[in-house]
């Protein structure tokens, strides 16, 4: 059974590894391999010190048996999607965790605290070959725009999903299947 809490800066490591393995598992041939190969936890143990420092995003973790096993993070989007003003800022979960409804609890959360704070729209951007993409269309989110970004050296289609009323998700109650 998997619990939600909010992080603090001394969930940075647990974070970063939990960051990797789901970037290692989900991104094999997707992102270029040598860039995959090079992701350090340590870099980004330092990283998620920080934005668990900062005040513009807010984060939870998702455990199991006291175990990181998942993650999300979210606060304004910057820029704004098509006016979508919230954002899930990142969100990952070890593949062994996936398919149990805490993906969708992850989702539930962020968007709860996200209405607390005024957000009245939220949207989220994935790489378009992400498995991903259906769980946000499962969440009900509407793809709204698609981009192009560049990732050890390679353009990836990206797109965004929307969810025009985020009282809507946060009142939602288990993923319909997913997460």
Same mark, same amino acid.
């Given at each position: 059974?998997?619990?939600?809490?909010?992080?603090?800066?001394?969930?940075?490591?647990?974070?970063?590894?939990?960051?990797?393995?789901?970037?290692?598992?989900?991104?094999?041939?997707?992102?270029?391999?040598?860039?995959?190969?090079?992701?350090?936890?340590?870099?980004?143990?330092?990283?998620? @010190?920080?934005?668990?420092?900062?005040?513009?995003?807010?984060?939870?973790?998702?455990?199991?048996?006291?175990?990181?096993?998942?993650?999300?993070?979210?606060?304004?989007?910057?820029?704004?999607?098509?006016?979508?003003?919230?954002?899930?800022?990142?969100?990952?979960?070890?593949?062994?965790?996936?398919?149990? @409804?805490?993906?969708?609890?992850?989702?539930?959360?962020?968007?709860?605290?996200?209405?607390?704070?005024?957000? @009245? @729209?939220?949207?989220?951007?994935?790489?378009?070959?992400?498995?991903?993409?259906?769980?946000?269309?499962?969440?009900?989110?509407?793809?709204?725009?698609?981009?192009?970004?560049?990732?050890?050296?390679?353009?990836?289609?990206?797109?965004?999903?929307?969810?025009?009323?985020?009282?809507?998700?946060?009142?939602?109650?288990?993923?319909?299947?997913?997460?």
């Amino acid at each position: 059974m998997v619990t939600l809490r909010k992080a603090d800066p001394s969930d940075a490591e647990a974070i970063a590894r939990v960051h990797v393995t789901s970037w290692r598992e989900t991104y094999a041939g997707i992102v270029p391999r040598d860039h995959l190969d090079s992701l350090d936890v340590g870099a980004c143990t330092e990283r998620w @010190r920080e934005i668990l420092q900062s005040p513009h995003s807010t984060t939870f973790v998702a455990e199991d048996e006291g175990k990181v096993v998942g993650f999300v993070s979210g606060g304004a989007m910057r820029p704004p999607v098509a006016n979508y003003e919230g954002g899930i800022l990142a969100l990952y979960l070890l593949q062994s965790h996936q398919r149990q @409804r805490a993906g969708s609890q992850m989702v539930q959360q962020i968007a709860q605290h996200l209405c607390a704070q005024g957000f @009245r @729209r939220l949207a989220v951007w994935v790489l378009a070959e992400n498995p991903a993409c259906r769980f946000y269309r499962r969440m009900g989110g509407i793809q709204l725009l698609e981009q192009t970004i560049e990732i050890g050296g390679q353009a990836l289609p990206e797109v965004a999903f929307g969810w025009p009323d985020i009282g809507m998700l946060a009142a939602a109650r288990g993923a319909e299947n997913g997460g």
